[in-house]
């Protein structure tokens, strides 16, 4: 019996010593910071002195006294959403070129696949850097064609162009993602539509986009997410400052500023919980929308 | 596509002074002083510390990932326990915050416990699962495995724990394989976490000693500023050439960034 017994708790336990070293970073290196930083975003505190409690200080300064902040807003959310969409239809036009069952169809999906996985490092942002500066590549190009162009990464309207085309240049994940999509699709769609005389565009508009919409979604969602937290590229193309003129000025490229350049580390606090409740909302708004947009396989 | 890579490549081979002003992709003088004189790195630190150090920190994230992400995702996929939903619910929560939201409390732990300028806070957190992408993944090929290896094997009397040893890790090698390349990549990759945890010049990974490179650089410097950033690309490249199928595979399955 008492045998019995005890067999019967150790194996109660044993799920637990599986799961022992998750719920201990689970509790240390996720959930107490992230109660914390909430009770730091209320505080104002600059690392050497313990954190003095100023209640919405922080947030008030940041929407209403704070013109670098908004610039940060400004700059992040307009690169969010100029490259994500272009990424995206960049992404799915060369899916569909591919999935017309070309020759050597591995061959391409590494060749574009190559830049998502090193153009967040800091090599591909120095060779940004000089591929956009005044004598780079893109200005000889654009100079053959006789247009005459200042350094872009130099020049406050152009930088953040720079930084847009290095995302999208990145587009080789969502295209692999869609193309596995495509795949899925049924041959039979395409061959009931063209018996009843559809084209390759009403195709597209009718089978091809709604079929894949929950892919579209699920990449949408990744990738906004992703790019609000866009760090690397920015901070070396303007040598930490977010420039020139701030038009580089990324959300936690401002956040690292703030927190690690001034140590005003409740300031930062509250920047990092607006960050996330920002990412909430434009999760949350896709969301909503897509119940009108996503097509899934089982409501037909 | 691939057209900037190629520039930069041969332009690492070219004389300092030619690089901008030649843009041929078949220069006249190939020369290989660039990498010699980058390799010398600055203030006496070479490249083969940073690279040292580079490793040493993407191998041990790599084995505390395996480790505790695989232990977690059996726990997952195979056992029962209370408020299992509830759980693996936050788990997928955790994947969702930004770190930045964490950064400033983590900061400051690693600072008590005397751990910046170490890889430490880098490295560690790997060791208790803290990412939650590599669990999801895990249980998820966990679940395709068939039951009834697990009943068997329950059968000829193993418990959950010889079962896990037994027969899921063994079957679980790609998963493991997954796990391995992107935490290799990322961690190679992730600037902000190097810049925030590690400062001294003799700490230095590949990526840090780059940046500090741009900042004493200049012109005169291009040239080996090129040919060590072509030489950090090197061991994310070679991954991906001899793990393709795994990283496209993985990518197209379980729709990773």
Not at chain 2, 35 to 57: D, E, Q, V
């Amino acid at each position: 019996m008492l045998n019995l017994f005890d067999q019967k708790r150790w194996s109660s336990i044993i799920p637990y010593l599986f799961l022992a070293p998750w719920l201990i970073g689970l509790v240390v290196f996720s959930g107490f910071p992230f109660l914390s930083s909430l009770y730091l975003s209320f505080t104002n505190y600059n690392f050497v002195s313990s954190p003095n409690w100023v209640g919405l200080k922080n947030y008030l300064t940041m929407f209403t006294q704070d013109p670098q902040y908004f610039q940060a807003i400004k700059v992040t959310v307009t690169y969010v959403l100029v490259a994500v969409p272009l990424e995206l239809s960049f992404a799915l036009f060369l899916a569909l070129l591919l999935n017309k069952g070309i020759r050597g169809l591995g061959i391409y999906r590494g060749v574009y696949y190559i830049p998502s996985l090193i153009g967040g490092s800091v090599a591909i942002a120095i060779l940004w850097q000089q591929v956009f500066g005044d004598s780079g590549i893109v200005n000889q190009l654009l100079g053959y064609a006789g247009i005459d162009m200042p350094s872009w990464v130099g020049t406050p309207d152009y930088a953040i162009w720079s930084l847009i085309l290095l995302k999208v240049w990145q587009f080789g994940s969502p295209m692999v993602i869609f193309l596995a999509g495509l795949k899925q699709i049924p041959q039979e769609f395409y061959e009931a539509s063209s018996l009843d005389g559809a084209g390759k565009w009403k195709q597209f508009i009718h089978i091809t986009l709604p079929c894949l919409s929950p892919i579209i979604l699920f990449n949408g969602i990744m990738q906004i997410i992703s790019s609000f937290q866009a760090f690397t590229p920015a901070y070396i193309i303007s040598n930490g400052t977010g420039g020139p003129v701030n038009s580089t000025l990324f959300y936690t490229l401002y956040l690292y500023q703030n927190g690690f350049g001034n140590f005003q580390m409740g300031y930062a606090s509250a920047m990092a919980w607006s960050l996330l409740l920002i990412i909430a909302f434009f999760t949350g708004l896709i969301f909503l929308t897509s119940k009108k947009w996503v097509h899934y396989g089982d409501q037909g | 596509m691939l057209y900037p890579i190629l520039w930069m490549i041969i332009s690492s081979f070219k004389p300092t002074q030619s690089i901008l002003s030649d843009n041929s992709l078949w220069p006249k003088d190939l020369t290989l002083s660039n990498y010699i004189k980058g390799w010398k790195g600055t203030s006496g630190t070479t490249f083969a510390t940073f690279y040292l150090n580079s490793f040493s920190m993407v191998g041990l994230a790599v084995i505390g990932n395996v480790l505790s992400c695989s232990l977690t995702a059996y726990a997952f996929a195979r056992l029962e326990f209370k408020h299992k939903k509830i759980w693996f619910a936050l788990m997928m929560m955790t994947m969702m915050i930004p770190m930045h939201v964490l950064i400033v409390p983590q900061y400051i732990i690693f600072n008590k416990l005397e751990w910046i300028n170490t890889i430490l806070p880098i490295v560690v957190p790997k060791f208790f699962a803290v990412d939650g992408f590599f669990i999801f993944l895990t249980v998820q090929f966990i679940r395709s495995l068939p039951r009834e290896l697990d009943e068997a094997a329950t059968i000829d009397g193993c418990g959950p724990i010889a079962i896990y040893f037994r027969i899921i890790l063994p079957l679980t090698v790609p998963a493991i394989v997954t796990t391995t390349i992107f935490t290799f990549i990322w961690t190679w990759n992730d600037f902000f976490s190097q810049l925030l945890y590690l400062s001294g010049v003799e700490k230095y990974t590949v990526t840090l000693a780059l940046r500090m490179f741009t900042d004493a650089g200049g012109e005169a410097a291009l040239g080996s500023l090129f040919a060590m950033s072509v030489l950090s690309i090197v061991p994310v490249f070679l991954i991906f050439v001899f793990f393709q199928r795994y990283i496209v595979e993985g990518i197209a399955t379980s729709g990773m960034k």
